[in-house]
């Protein structure tokens, strides 16, 4: 049975931990420019894609925003934290992301929106020196005064329901530890500011303790462990991540399942990278870096399977480089060479340059990512929300369970998510009912 699904009446409010950085400031003035009928939300599947309904005969191809229940983008209120003092239109001046003739359009919307002091330690974040902080004292009555500022935006801008986007900076490499295996563990170790907690845990456990979904666009270890599963079940609420798939690994999650499916082997695939905004500047610090480099690293193997097929990628080997490079600001180049065999073991190459925005490609992910998780509220799921991978560079799955990394099968599992929620026939497209075969 399809699960019952509420009304999407009403506002809902997105609270973003890096309100004011490239990511974020490119999706709330996309959404205003939206709004105001200036330009279209390119990129975005709840918004410009369809949905096929039924047999291929039927021609039932409706837009997936008018298929499922979505919240409007004119019901969307946002909000949030920061470690640097700005409105939303200084950050996005300063990300430098948005031509200045766009910007100019919305800046009395941006003026308005205004970030809440972060919960910051540059222990987690090397390359960062905020000063629009909340003084440490615990890290528990951190996670309090989160809380609190959740209930005060929602009494304040007079919204409905509320979503949370991690948008902020990659924090170093925490590995899973005793803290992180129940909730009792974590609260304690909240209580006695425990090291393995970082800023990005303190926002996710308050935004569940407060009912309110969290969604993890970075790599960090920041809602994938027992103690978030735990709450997560507890207070019934939604979460997904993490890392947003934009660009090199969007390239790898396209190319490297077409190798696959025609058996072409690989003997090696070096990937390198130039950008320079302040995602570059933090991961230009190699324990930030150690958080990238584990959720880009981890895609291939997934897709390909060398245990599966030992013959084809067995041996592959993978590199990955970020380099900080001030000059091309959110304009990031990636390079990547893959070195594949055909028929008798003969090698060939592919190279792949992509000159890609990482804003641009992120925003409308940003955007579906909201409206399909208020959509999981509204349909009364809980816990780690799989159906969503197709946004993800290591999505979460359920534990024993590998993470499937095949954009295309990804997609296919996204739709008929959406199909399976409104009750219609899930699509197979395995064609039999067209053709008389015996």
């Not at 979460?239 to 934009?246: E, L, M, P």
């Amino acid at each position: 049975m399809a699960p019952e699904i509420d009304n999407p009446k009403g506002k809902v409010g997105v609270l973003i931990p890096g309100l004011c950085g490239a990511v974020s400031t490119t999706f709330m003035a996309g959404v205003e420019l939206v709004r105001r009928n200036i330009k279209k939300p390119y990129g975005s599947l709840t918004q410009m894609q369809t949905i096929r309904i039924g047999k291929r005969t039927e021609h039932r191809n409706p837009l997936i925003k008018d298929f499922v229940p979505l919240a409007n983008l004119d019901d969307l209120v946002f909000g949030g934290w920061d470690i640097f003092d700005m409105n939303a239109y200084e950050g996005a001046k300063k990300a430098g992301v948005l031509r200045n003739e766009d910007l100019e359009k919305v800046k009395d919307f941006m003026e308005t929106i205004h970030p809440m002091k972060g919960v910051f330690n540059q222990y987690y974040v090397k390359k960062l020196n905020g000063d629009y902080i909340k003084q440490w004292g615990s890290k528990l009555e951190l996670a309090n005064e989160v809380m609190e500022d959740i209930k005060e935006f929602k009494k304040e801008s007079g919204v409905d329901r509320l979503v949370t986007v991690w948008a902020a900076s990659t924090e170093i490499y925490i590995p899973p530890s005793e803290v992180h295996l129940s909730l009792e563990n974590f609260e304690r170790g909240l209580e006695e500011n425990h090291k393995d907690i970082s800023p990005s845990m303190i926002y996710a456990y308050a935004a569940l303790k407060s009912g309110v979904p969290f969604i993890n666009g970075a790599p960090g270890t920041t809602v994938d462990f027992p103690a978030m599963y735990e709450l997560a079940d507890k207070m019934h609420v939604p979460i997904a991540g993490k890392d947003f798939k934009t660009g090199q690994t969007l390239m790898k999650t396209i190319i490297a399942p077409g190798l696959k499916a025609r058996m072409l082997g690989i003997d090696g695939w070096f990937s390198t990278n130039i950008l320079g905004n302040r995602d570059g500047e933090v991961l230009d610090d190699p324990e930030s870096f150690k958080s990238k480099e584990t959720s880009k690293l981890s895609v291939l193997e997934t897709i390909l399977q060398p245990d599966m097929y030992p013959d084809l990628y067995g041996h592959l080997y993978h590199k990955v480089r970020i380099n900080y490079y001030p000059p091309r600001g959110d304009n990031k180049e990636g390079w990547d060479n893959i070195d594949i065999f055909g028929w008798l073991g003969y090698p060939m190459q592919i190279k792949i340059n992509f000159l890609c925005r990482d804003s641009i490609l992120a925003a409308p992910v940003v955007l579906d990512l909201v409206l399909f998780m208020d959509l999981a509220q509204r349909a009364h799921l809980k816990g780690i929300q799989e159906w969503l991978s197709f946004y993800f560079k290591s999505p979460m799955v359920a534990p024993g369970l590998y993470p499937e990394n095949d954009l295309f099968i990804q997609h296919t599992k996204l739709k008929n998510f959406l199909r399976y929620l409104m009750g219609e026939e899930l699509i197979t497209h395995l064609g039999v009912e067209y053709y008389d075969l015996r």
